[in-house]
């Protein structure tokens, strides 16, 4: 099978349990011994790993047993195709016995059709390793924004229907639902924007520096093998409050940059832009004014898609005039510094546009900020950046991680966190549609999760899913409520310490468990150590020994561990 | 109105946006000017006080504008007659203008019918002050968690309905179905143990030590005064695999036992029992097999019930023979410890039950380890001790603040964790019914964050919601752009500063804020102090200042963090 079809393959048990469905047949059993799945699948492939391992459980005559893959079950179309033209399958598939197919087939139903052993589609679990990787990068983030005096909220998973309505544009089809159970209706949050400004709303807050970190839901196609999911982290840091104008985007930006930099995952520009400008642009270009948004939206694709294809949206799709997309095209693939606003500033077409004057005035002032902050030269302005969402009125941007740094994925040029300001927002839940001017960074944190543990298998010293500083060892037998009376010494000290669930554990492999497990230091007794009212104390990396008094263990343990840090 | 009436009206507001329902009308404006509800409601009434501040916004003009209240408005009766009879709403409501009455009733309903400024029932927003003290609770718990050596997972917030089904018997009914939108049939989870055996199977894992924090969702009637909602976190602790007996279950024991003293939120005790004596006890006082699960189930409501009520269950709901419930009843009110399990082990009933003295053993392990781990004394074998929940299979465990403590709750004595053995849960998952033993406890972590939060604010020392060490404050205008460098100076030495949005605040109302929020540090700069290159340092409580040079500035303030420290 090529990578293609195993990333198809992978797409169709994200979905389903089995190749055909909801219950295991012969198809798996083809798959199964065809040879084309690795016996240990990599993790780009998780849905894949996850069949093999239950397929794993499966004995050979149980196997053997699976019923036909018929038409009824569900298989696309594709992968019915690739199944069939790879694997031979209707010739295999041919039954001996009929009768003992059938009866087969019962069993095997009724039995393996319980166990839908797999998470919903376009989610997953964590593990250990991945969690103790988003823990590091979470407290790396939290830090920073702690230093801008940032508090935290924390808002309900799913909100009235009519909160997230009218907010998201063409993207409300990707809400998900939940049932009509009698009461209110009720939708899983999309993004943690809208409930923030229905929190500031509601709560009448006229000004709050605030992060939240919080998974969101979107009902999207699920590329799961480049990590994006219908379950995922956002991490938003957001400043509502009337302000002197550019000195909250100012700190949202020096905030992007103080991340990025403390994550150190590699180079990155900081790109900028103003809705205002883009306004001007679209207004001077001759786009009509409800054209504004798709038009936008069109400029929104430029860093996935060649600018013939964005124009091609704009003049067939959006029925634009071929000439406004041209003009429009001259400005979108502009991008510089301050001196491009001061060129722009004096442009023919934009001198009159009081939009785009405005828009340069704030950026011009953003880069004086952000020079006293010391994060200029981190900047560029782009006049080809639009993003996507509706609500931003003011300046906006995003931070890209440069080109051939993330490994693997043929220098894409990555977004990894983005934002601007939004004034409109606040005032759609107010009954006197009183507003809060707001302006804000998200995080794409999923991403950055990825970049730090790919970094991290790069280098030798893996992160430790625990943080265990002694495991406690017995050199012989009869020794467990010695080693229960050091774990509850060493606990009441405060010192992370596990032992054996053993009763009588080989010495060898305590000792080889605290080295698997990067536990620096092992108290090691036995018989003679007990009558002593003694203790070892080892080291597990030099695997040097001492000997200390019991009442002096908690003291000694603590300033090794305070000198190792 | 009474306490009680204004406990049935923030019920009502919790589900619906205004007295009438969805819409405001004349029963909102009536309530408001009847001067029974308090002008900034208490925190215990959350929903009253959503609702008072969401009224403060209408001018009086939109009030007498408002509707009336009509028959099908969404209003329970309860309510409805709440209101009727406390504020004579019928006398009040007749309008004068029928014309008129109706023009403003069509404008307030198309524009406030749009804002539904509410969160959905059984849930609610957590504010900066909030959320401090929240993670304040959970650090501590983790500390305790990575103590004990376990790791984090993490798994999705909905999972397969069937994944769910045949779990949580009767209280099946309170899970949240999401919408059917094609494609799986999902629902919300419920627990973090269900989801946790699923992983387990999944993965085909013989053994891990692991905590989850996270929310979970059941459709409960919510009793939101009280602090039960229909969102809210659970903080599990759970050990799988197969070791030596009662090892695992002593050191969750011990667990709860650490994370209890450490918070230090009063005196308590771990009441201990086992789910193989319960079932001995039933057997040989004759309850039929298939009643053990009902009678447990009756058995658990003793903490809220007095006997004669549970026996009434047994008796009437369940159909035990009343004489059986009596012997019942002996067993079940007793408890002591140790002399208790040895006395039980020779009781004439018990001596033939296999069951039972399994459990008696087990118990007389679990006080011998906890002795060693220096836990016992906390423990109290509580034969009236069932737990809820069908998985239990061993060893359960509850545990108590004592009577009393919780100012406020008239002496209820709270359950602030709870846990037990489940060997069978992960068996449900696994193709082959293999299953991995399973013991595990939860944090009833709601709970210890009300408790947490009246113990602060007893306290003069209230929890800071910010982090902030540095205010930057300028004594004169024309300051803003040294603000902002210095800013970027502290921040790149990793001190946490703020500064005022204003071009030029006034000094007073800076230093003012540095009080307020409990920044320990002012940095101050006026146009003498830039051109000599200096700032003062000011101590925000002492008021003491000193003159720094810039390029020592950093050193200065960290110096002056860790002393403080």
């Given amino acids: 099978m090529t990578e293609k079809e195993l990333l198809i393959l992978d797409g169709h048990l994200s979905e389903y349990s089995y190749v055909g469905g909801y219950l295991p047949t012969q198809a798996d059993f083809v798959l199964l011994k065809s040879g084309h799945i690795p016996s240990d699948p990599p993790h780009s492939l998780p849905s894949v790993r996850r069949w093999a391992a239950h397929m794993a459980s499966f004995s050979a005559s149980e196997l053997e047993a699976l019923p036909q893959l018929k038409d009824g079950c569900k298989i696309d179309e594709q992968l019915s195709n690739l199944v069939k033209n790879n694997l031979n399958m209707e010739k295999k598939e041919a039954p001996k016995n009929a009768g003992e197919q059938k009866k ?36 790396t983030i939290y830090s920073v924004f702690h230093m801008h005096g940032a508090v935290e909220i924390e808002t309900p998973v799913f909100e009235l229907k009519e909160v997230l309505t009218g907010k998201y544009g063409e993207d409300s089809k990707l809400i998900y639902d ?28 006229t000004n709050i520096k605030r992060y939240h970190v919080a998974r969101v839901y979107r009902r999207d196609n699920p590329a799961m093998t480049r990590g994006r999911y219908r379950e995922f982290y956002q991490c938003d840091f957001d ?6 104008a550019m000195l909250p985007d100012a700190e949202c930006v020096q905030l992007v940059h103080q991340v990025l930099s403390k994550l150190d995952l590699g180079e990155y520009t900081i790109k900028i832009n103003h809705r205002k400008i883009l306004d001007g642009v679209f207004g001077a270009c001759g786009v009509p004014a409800e054209k504004f948004r798709p038009i936008c939206s069109a400029v929104d694709k430029l860093d996935k898609s060649p600018w013939e294809e964005v124009r091609k949206e704009m003049v067939d799709e959006k029925g634009l005039d071929p000439s406004v997309a041209d003009t429009i095209g001259e400005y979108v693939k502009l991008s510089g510094r301050e001196e491009l606003i001061e060129k722009l500033e ?38 080809g950046l639009a993003r996507g969402l509706d609500y931003y009125t003011g300046v906006i941007y995003e931070a890209v991680l440069k080109a051939g740094q ?22 759609m839940f107010d009954p006197k549609k009183k507003t809060v001017p707001c302006v804000g960074v998200s995080f794409g944190i999923e991403r950055l999760f990825a970049i730090q543990e790919r970094k991290d298998k790069a280098q030798t010293d893996k992160i430790r899913a625990t943080q265990t500083e002694v495991f406690v060892a017995s050199a012989c037998k009869g020794m467990l409520m010695e080693r229960l009376k050091l774990l509850g010494t060493l606990h009441t000290a405060g010192i992370k310490a596990e032992s054996s669930y053993k009763n009588n554990p080989k010495l060898l492999n305590q000792l080889q468990y605290a080295e698997d ?44 561990l305070t000198v190792n840090l």
Avoid: H, W
């Fill in 239 to 244: 400043i509502a409050g009337q302000y002197e």
């Fill in 406 to 427: 993330e490994g693997g994925e043929e220098g894409t040029v990555g977004s990894v966190a983005g934002g601007g300001r939004y004034d409109q927002l606040v005032g």
């Fill in 346 to 383: 004096n442009d023919e077409r934009l001198k009159g546009s009081a939009a785009a004057q405005a828009g340069f005035a704030d950026l011009k002032l953003l880069f004086e900020y952000s020079k006293a902050l010391g994060c200029d030269t981190y900047l560029v302005f782009d006049m």
């Fill in 517 to 560: 497990n990067g536990i620096p230091m092992v108290v090691l007794i036995g018989e003679s150590e007990v009558q002593e009212g003694v203790v070892k104390v080892r080291n597990t990396s030099s695997r040097e020994e001492v000997t200390v008094k019991r009442d002096e263990l908690t003291t000694v343990i603590k300033q090794r």
């Fill in 104 to 139: 087969g087939a019962q069993n095997s139903k009724g039995k393996s059709g319980k166990f839908v052993l797999k998470t919903p589609k376009g989610t997953r679990d964590y593990n250990p390793a991945e969690m103790a990787v988003r823990r590091k990068v979470f407290n």
């Fill in 178 to 205: 939940l049932e009509d159970q009698g009461g209110e209706i009720l939708s899983l949050r999309y993004d943690l924007t809208v409930p923030f400004a229905r929190y500031v709303a509601m709560n009448k807050i």
